[in-house]
């Protein structure tokens, strides 16, 4: 018997994450035993990986598991795994906006769908949130067509635009957009401080803090917020304290243990001029807000989908933090589109959205993405790692 064992799988950038897409099928039912196998083919616990196909960051360390769907309302079924770098532990909470574009892709190059040119509407269920997302992607000869000239900040080349849209994204976890049936709470930090955080549920569940009650402008890169230890322990504090509020841990001090990459947390300020981890000079004028993101623990590279989704969401909250950052025009019966500035450049969310007796009714929200694939085959894992 082989000392190693063979998993069918394929690689996929998609959006600004990398990762692994699997056939449900070519892994086993049992969740255990999936953890396992996914900890294996990544190489963790490793803060290099440097025996595994991750990355060594939370933007490449990340699965999505497909299967065609039973549903009448969807063609595929799909379930995000977040592989943690420093733990023998996989997140299964929540859901990846880049990511999910690359499901299109691969459930037309892997048959599930079938490819109708020049475009192919693909309706994914997500099974972590149990929401519906529609992806439009761009099909030629039978497969997903890579190449094009649509750009996203944060990748360096440009790809065929996939169109994204989150249908009723509102309550993925909670089951309301507004866990706490607030539009902002004020926590108690446990050396006494006071700090104001919005809570927002769409697409993943965020708490949003203003930037200048943090003493951050709102507009500084990835390493310099990871140098503010204080600042990041205080965001780890509030992510916490919302997961404890919305039900997610039981105590605040187990959020980082059990549950490190659900609830998000995310930084926001007004629009205002700076320069890009790639060095280019955004102007106020070319944006609505500022925002900044953590994910497991760092500061994210980017921006994540699921993160614009909600934060263009949040927009539409009167008393929001995020809707007192933003210039964005908000006018009921139209579409509110967010242009939020992150480290790599701009990301553009479209809102659709309503008035009723509960307050915003989010409809939809759309994002444009690329997603390509970048290889497929078989990893190769040794057998003692997986079996018990």
Request: proline share 6%; aromatic share 4%; net charge neutral.
């Amino acid at each position: 018997m082989r000392d190693t064992m063979m998993v069918r799988c394929a690689i996929y950038r998609g959006g600004t994450s990398r990762g692994v897409l699997f056939r449900a099928n070519d892994l086993p039912g049992d969740v255990e035993a999936r953890a396992r196998i996914l900890l294996a083919i990544f190489g963790s616990p490793d803060t290099r990986q440097i025996d595994g196909l991750g990355g060594a960051n939370s933007q490449t360390s990340k699965a999505m598991i497909v299967a065609p769907s039973k549903r009448p309302d969807a063609d595929v079924e799909s379930t995000f795994a977040q592989v943690d770098i420093a733990r023998p532990m996989v997140d299964w909470g929540g859901n990846c906006g880049n990511m999910t574009s690359a499901i299109g892709p691969f459930a037309i190059n892997e048959g599930m769908v079938r490819a109708e040119a020049p475009a192919t509407t693909v309706r994914i269920f997500n099974v972590n949130t149990g929401k519906l997302i529609i992806a439009t992607v761009p099909t030629q000869d039978g497969r997903a067509r890579a190449e094009g000239d649509y750009r996203i900040s944060g990748v360096p080349f440009p790809g065929a635009r996939i169109d994204l849209e989150f249908t009723e994204p509102a309550g993925s976890m909670t089951g309301a957009l507004l866990p706490t049936g607030k539009s902002s709470e004020e926590f108690t930090l446990a050396d006494g401080r006071r700090i104001r955080v919005s809570i927002v549920d769409a697409a993943n569940p965020v708490a949003f803090v203003a930037a200048g009650t943090l003493g951050l402008t709102g507009t500084e890169l990835p390493a310099e917020l990871e140098a503010r230890s204080d600042v990041m322990a205080t965001l780890e504090e509030v992510r916490g304290i919302t997961a404890e509020m919305i039900g997610i841990v039981g105590d605040r001090r187990e959020a980082k243990a059990k549950s490190p990459g659900v609830p998000k947390v995310a930084v926001v300020a007004p629009s205002q001029t700076y320069r890009t981890t790639g060095g280019a000079a955004l102007g106020a004028d070319g944006m609505d807000l500022a925002g900044r993101f953590l994910s497991m623990g760092t500061a994210h590279r980017s921006y994540p989908v699921t993160g614009a989704i909600c934060t263009g969401a949040a927009a539409i909250v009167e008393g929001s933090v995020v809707r007192e950052a933003s210039r964005a025009p908000v006018r009921a019966g139209e579409p509110t589109v967010l242009r939020i500035a992150n480290p790599y450049g701009i990301t553009d969310v479209r809102v659709r959205w309503e008035r009723d007796s509960g307050g915003a009714h989010v409809l939809g929200a759309a994002i444009g993405r690329t997603a390509r694939c970048l290889m497929e085959g078989y990893a190769h894992i040794p057998r003692l790692r997986v079996e018990t």
